[in-house]
């Protein structure tokens, strides 16, 4: 699963529009204040209610690009809408998230800020 995560990790630097993203210091701050374990419990939290049901009325504009490191997170990983998700991902639109596909979205968000803790 890593190998996975590190995989499209790597070409998600690539793109022109997903390495402009970066934590700033403030989101680093908060971070480090709230503990990476909580983080993961509020990507839990956005992943289930903003991209895990089948049908999303506003897919594509559910994600806000500021306001939460795993927001920053979600636009660099195209975690942020069930169109990056399908595209990036390969994780179909149209049915519900199972599981195992939001503990892979959460596990790719944590891996990248991580590395941005890191750099």
């Avoid at 996975?4 to 204040?33: A, G, M, T």
């Avoid at 993961?40 to 559910?62: C, M, W």
């Avoid at 199972?98 to 979205?105: C, G, N, V």
């Amino acid at each position: 699963m890593q190998d996975r995560i590190d995989k499209i990790l790597d070409s998600l630097v690539k793109s022109n529009f997903r390495s402009k993203f970066h934590l700033q210091e403030k989101d680093k701050d908060y971070i480090n204040n709230k503990t990476l374990s909580t983080i993961r419990e509020h990507a839990y939290t956005f992943i289930t209610k903003r991209l895990a049901p089948s049908v999303i009325l506003n897919d594509g504009k559910q994600t806000p690009m500021k306001g939460h490191p795993v927001f920053i997170a979600q636009h660099a990983t195209a975690t942020c809408c069930r169109g990056c998700l399908e595209k990036w991902h390969k994780i179909p639109a149209g049915v519900e998230l199972s599981k195992e596909q939001i503990d892979y979205i959460v596990d790719v968000i944590i891996a990248w800020i991580t590395r941005q803790l890191n750099s």
